[in-house]
């Protein structure tokens, strides 16, 4: 049977991150600072709902000495209004549940990207990563940490991992790219629509290319782990050639403007979203 594609995009915002320009754009000169949203992807394929990335672990974020020893670099993470699970919260307000969520996946390990993944450890949930990643982020202390992945976001023997080594279908119409750079194991997401909504579909970059213009004027991302600013143009290359082959539009992780405006699209798109029963 041929696979179908996906029939629903929902794009959550899971908090912000109020941080340099530089972190994004590479040698950037202007001094500028950005609150970047912190981005999740919802895809309603056969078998279930997919997830991509999970947001912040607010515990590191509303505990202070926990708030002290993770979150003290320089960039101000802000958790969504509200005393809740941000992603929790965020999947309430979609009309989803946790328990609607059959695979999880990861563009990267970053605690704006896994410290959501806690939720979804000791059911079975597949949870999609590269092994690159997992290999980098449980290597030895401080280096990991160092570089904003905390082990206590995604350290959990129960989590049910799936480790690719390059690119992985990991749903019908969802296919995982290798993108790295950014982190060692960074993938970025192709989602192929069903015809049945039209067909088309999206790249979705996440941290591969934080901003519309590292993707339109190739340029490097600010932060990079083990190898040269420049090295980050070679994945943003790769998915531009993706998504030119299909004519799909590439989505950047943490555009301020882009970002927003995509939500509200697809939420006109699929009015239904919000309003159906788990
Ligand atoms: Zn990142």
């Not at 001094?31 to 990335?53: A, F, T």
């Not at 590269?130 to 290999?135: D, N």
């Given at each position: 049977m041929a696979s179908s594609g996906v029939r629903r995009v929902i794009l959550l915002t899971l908090g912000w991150a109020d941080l340099p320009i530089t972190v994004s754009i590479h040698g950037d000169t202007s001094?500028?600072?950005?609150?970047?949203?912190?981005?999740?992807?919802?895809?309603?394929?056969?078998?279930?709902?997919?997830?991509?990335?999970?947001?912040?672990?607010?515990?590191?974020?509303?505990?202070g000495p926990l708030r002290r020893r993770f979150h003290?670099?320089?960039?101000?993470?802000i958790l969504p209004e509200g005393?809740?699970?941000p992603l929790e919260s965020a999947l309430e307000a979609a009309g989803l549940a946790l328990a609607d969520v059959k695979v999880v996946a990861l563009s990267h390990l970053h605690y704006d990207h896994a410290g959501g993944v806690r939720h979804f450890t000791g059911f079975g949930v597949p949870v999609h990563?590269?092994?690159?990643?997992?290999?980098?982020?449980?290597s030895a202390h401080p280096e990991p940490e160092r570089h904003g992945m905390f082990r206590i976001d995604y350290d959990d023997p129960e989590i049910n991992w799936r480790l690719a080594d390059g690119d992985a279908e990991i749903a019908p119409g969802v296919h995982a790219v290798a993108s790295p750079g950014h982190t060692p194991g960074h993938q970025s997401f192709v989602v192929d629509l069903d015809p049945s909504v039209g067909g088309g579909g999206f790249v979705f970059a996440?941290?591969?290319?934080?901003?519309?213009?590292?993707?339109?004027?190739e340029l490097s991302v600010g932060s990079f782990i083990n190898c040269r600013p420049e090295d980050t143009v070679a994945s943003i290359?790769?998915?531009?050639?993706?998504?030119?082959?299909?004519?799909?539009?590439?989505?950047?992780?943490?555009?301020?403007?882009?970002?927003?405006?995509?939500?509200?699209q697809l939420a006109s798109r699929w009015p239904a979203a919000g309003r159906y029963a788990p």
């Open positions: 001094g500028e600072r950005l609150r970047e949203p912190v981005p999740g992807v919802l895809l309603q394929c056969d078998g279930g709902w997919v997830l991509i990335d999970t947001g912040f672990n607010p515990a590191l974020l509303r505990d003290s670099d320089g960039t101000e993470a005393p809740g699970d990563l590269q092994r690159a990643e997992y290999s980098y982020a449980m996440f941290d591969a290319a934080d901003l519309v213009a590292n993707i339109e004027h290359r790769r998915l531009k050639a993706l998504a030119a082959e299909r004519g799909y539009p590439i989505v950047p992780g943490h555009d301020p403007v882009a970002w927003p405006a995509l939500s509200s």
